[in-house]
């Protein structure tokens, strides 16, 4: 009934525009659940294309949409797929499309050509570095023992699996706390020492020395505003990780309890943000809280689908510029690995540094093979061992360069 | 103004060749009166888009490049201390009020990029360059002139916009972009143009460029695109390049292999690459150009 009059009386025009309205609060719906973040504003600026002419066109009408509601290069490429479908009743044309792993096959980017050849040479030369455990390692616990975790010296070598009886446990869980609280102690120093006022202010001082006849008698020293590091854990607690979550659990509380800014989260096949659990005075209470938690629900560890989560509800609150994401995990991921090393990758262009810990990683004769973490590797800043008490140490130089 | 073939029409008179979908991107951009944010690589001709779109339009083009630690003294306005200073000097004796407001007025105002942008009377195009630069605050600021058009200095008072300026952004993708700011801009994203176009980009740009010479040297430089590099040349790589060849009277690049390999430098910026292109890659890639 659209258009077969010469001149739509006005009902049938209204009955048009609603029709039309409808279906774009249809469209936009579709784009919502496809992680298209469009708001009332968008519709509305729509809806002024389509009655502006735009409409008479597919082609235009698309390429206009497409600017309209793209907000970043995955929704650009998927946009078109979608609109087709939509609108043209077009198939999309693999569900792999939509969901962009074609990506790098369709648009070799820089990157992704990178990656690829450091795969191949299995070298890791973009990837930041720490010393192993050699001469230099040593000497740093040698700085570890004088701020007094001097318990933790003839342990700092022992893998924690290999710790048996319970006393040794918890001399290794107290000296996981220690080493939270140096590491705190040490950031902070170092923020104090750049904090010195660096330029004038003049503004300031004009203002202030106008009663002097502009005498410029007091100085205002402009400060760098500094925004303390903050740390984000993401600790595998699957089956395959159990030797090690306790040990990390006590870690990560300490480092809760110490840093202004941190935040933690476990993850076996779901996700859970747990540092409100965490803040818990009392360390063993505290764990206990968690010990549910860290249950795993099922078998297995999604990590792809955990961090997709995450950079869906949680990363926009809680990553700023100057955040460090640390990832604990073994990387043997159950589910899709593809999935794993694309989040991985939205992660890293969110945070200032990605760094992952893999406890197999200080074993012998280990090497990366696991699809998971074969996936994520190319997108991690750092990738280190963490089974050994000196391993965790070896980590608070690397974070205070950041 | 209206539809996007006069839009190409007039970015390609003015020496960039448009695709089409950026010339719905700058009609829409009138339409809505949204900013538009650009995305790509490095050295794809995000920046060019303004330039082209100021010459357009025929008028300024302002432009502020953003950097880690860019604040409101530098991107906004700033007073001129030293005239401040001076005048306070000269006014010793008089009033401390009067003196104050003498001296925060606008006489000793410096306006920079985005007030600048603002105040004109003919709405000039605002460049903000590499916003991913900028610190979350900046942006945070940003987006709330984005929307108001007005900046409010404490000694002075609100100024209101007398244009809306034509807003363009571009970023690198160094750093995530907050919703926010997304959302309130139109996105485009640039990417390599394809031969065709690469081709007509050369005629455009580079003086005695033949149309086969073009040609030829934008499938070289798809070619080498395709190639694992570190460093993936840009457009304005390839003009450098086509430009060299020019000035070394070259008409067609299967006559001068040996100065093809020499001049290679236009394209390759870090040494790993120099070490990959070797003479033998060099060849195989001019043999596949026809």
């Known amino acids: 009934m659209s258009c077969c009059g010469p001149v739509p009386t006005r009902d049938e025009m209204d009955e048009v525009s609603r029709l039309v309205t409808a279906k774009l609060a249809a469209f936009l719906r579709t784009l919502r659940d496809n992680g298209f973040a469009v708001g009332l504003a968008e519709g509305q600026d729509a809806a002024a294309l389509m009655t502006a002419g735009y409409a008479k066109r597919p082609g235009l009408l698309r390429s206009a949409l497409k600017h309209l509601f793209s907000a970043r290069k995955s929704d650009w490429e998927k946009f078109d797929g979608l609109f087709d479908a939509f609108w043209l009743g077009k198939r999309v044309r693999s569900r792999s499309i939509a969901t962009g792993s074609a ?3 369709n648009n070799p980017s820089l990157k992704s050509f990178q990656n690829a050849a450091e795969r191949q040479a299995g070298s890791d030369a973009a990837t930041d570095q720490i010393p192993s455990a050699d001469g230099s390692d040593s000497e740093r616990s040698g700085e570890g023992r004088m701020e007094g975790a001097s318990r933790a010296d003839n342990m700092a070598e022992v893998d924690f699996r290999k710790l048996a009886d319970p006393e040794q446990v918890e001399q290794a869980h107290q000296a996981a706390a220690d080493l939270a609280r140096i590491m705190r102690a040490r950031l902070t120093r170092r923020d104090l020492a750049r904090r010195r006022g660096y330029r004038l202010d003049l503004r300031r001082t004009i203002h202030r020395n106008i009663s002097h006849g502009g005498v410029p008698i007091s100085l205002v020293n402009r400060r760098r505003k500094d925004k ?32 202004r800014e941190a935040e933690a989260f476990l993850f076996h096949t779901r996700l859970a943000h747990v540092s409100d659990a965490m803040k818990e005075r009392d360390a063993s209470r505290a764990l206990d809280r968690l010990s549910v938690m860290a249950q795993g629900a099922g078998g297995g560890t999604k990590i792809g689908e955990s961090l997709q989560t995450f950079n869906r509800w949680h990363a926009a609150r809680v990553i700023h510029s100057r955040t460090c994401v640390i990832v604990v995990s073994d990387g043997y991921e159950t589910g899709d690995a593809a999935l794993l090393g694309r989040e991985i990758a939205a992660l890293a262009r969110r945070c200032r540094r990605i760094v992952w810990l893999n406890p197999m990683a ?7 093979e696991a699809a998971g973490i074969k996936a994520a590797l190319p997108h991690v800043d750092l990738y280190a061992p963490a089974n050994t008490l000196q391993s965790l140490t070896a980590l608070e130089p690397y974070l205070a360069r950041l | 103004m209206k539809n996007r073939e006069e839009i190409a029409e007039r970015l390609a008179a003015s020496g960039y060749i448009a695709d089409a979908e950026l010339a719905t991107a700058i009609s829409l951009m009138n339409l809505l009166k949204r900013p538009l944010l650009l995305e790509g690589e490095a050295g794809v001709g995000k920046t060019e888009v303004a330039k082209a779109l100021a010459s357009v339009y025929a008028t300024e083009l302002i432009r502020l490049q953003c950097y880690e630690g860019l604040d409101q003294s530098a991107a906004l306005y700033e007073w001129n201390y030293q005239r401040q200073l001076l005048s306070i000097q000269a006014h010793r004796g008089e009033d401390a009020d009067r003196v104050e407001d003498h001296i925060f007025s606008e006489k ?46 404490p000694e002075l008072g609100t100024v209101k916009a007398t244009a809306i300026p034509h ?33 007509r980009i050369i005629m455009a740009r580079v003086n005695g460029a033949g149309a086969s010479l073009a040609l030829q040297v934008a499938r070289m430089v798809e070619s080498i695109r395709k190639e694992e590099l570190r460093k993936v040349p840009g457009v304005a790589e390839t003009l450098d390049w086509a430009a060299a060849l020019v000035g070394l009277d070259i008409g067609n690049l299967h006559d001068a292999s040996e100065q093809v390999f020499e001049t290679m430098m236009c394209l390759l910026k870090t040494q790993e690459d120099k070490v990959r292109m070797t003479r033998e890659v060099t060849a195989r890639l001019l043999g596949k150009v026809a």
């Not at chain 1, 200080?362 to 990366?368: D, E, K, N, V």
């Not at chain 2, 105040?119 to 590499?130: C, G, K, M």
């Open chain 1, 228 to 259: 303390p590091l903050r740390l984000v854990v993401l600790l595998d607690a699957s089956g395959s990780m159990s030797m090690y979550t306790g040990v990390f659990l006590r870690f990560i509380h300490g480092v809760l309890d110490e840093f």
């Open chain 2, 167 to 199: 807003v363009v952004l571009t970023s690198n993708g160094t750093r995530e972009l907050s919703d926010a700011l997304r959302r309130r801009c139109l996105y485009h994203y640039v990417d390599y143009p394809d031969v065709d176009r690469e081709a």
């Open chain 1, 362 to 368: 200080g074993w012998q004769g280990y090497a990366p």
């Open chain 2, 108 to 153: 000793y105002l410096l306006e920079r990029p985005l007030l600048a942008a603002i105040r004109r009377e003919q709405p000039p195009v605002l460049l903000i360059d590499e916003i991913d630069r900028a610190d979350d605050e900046f942006e945070a600021f940003l987006l709330e002139l984005l929307s108001d058009f007005q900046v409010s200095i």
């Open chain 1, 103 to 105: 990506k790098a096959a």
